[in-house]
């Protein structure tokens, strides 16, 4: 069965750093766009970071400078490196996977962020 798993979430002073990490299993990585989503308390989820199959990148205008979005293809993993953190980042970060052909979208479970001093 199809898993997405997420870890590296914790608590960080404002100007600190994270990096998220995201394992899948179950289906054939390399094939999948990778995204990162967060949702705030009583906010709509939103798109953080996108990474595609064939690498290319976009971003949240908020995060823009700040987060970096990567995959290795080889461990089937993909990351979120997050610098200078800002209190309006806290929320919960998801892991989602997608294959537009078959029209597949799987989601992890999701891991907290807190940023506070």
């Known amino acids: 069965q199809v898993q997405l798993v997420e870890s590296g979430g914790g608590l960080v002073q404002p100007g600190g750093s994270l990096r998220l990490s995201c394992a899948a299993s179950g289906i054939i990585f390399s094939y999948y766009h990778m995204g990162w989503y967060r949702q705030a308390p009583g906010k709509q989820r939103e798109l953080v970071a996108r990474?595609?199959?064939?690498?290319?990148?976009n971003y949240a205008d908020s995060v823009k400078g700040r987060f970096t979005i990567s995959r290795d293809n080889t461990k089937n993993m993909v990351y979120l490196q997050m610098y200078t953190l800002k209190p309006e980042d806290t929320a919960v970060y998801y892991c989602k996977a997608d294959y537009a052909l078959l029209a597949n979208t799987y989601w992890g479970l999701g891991t907290q962020v807190t940023v506070s001093s």
């Open positions: 990474i595609t199959s064939n690498g290319g990148t």
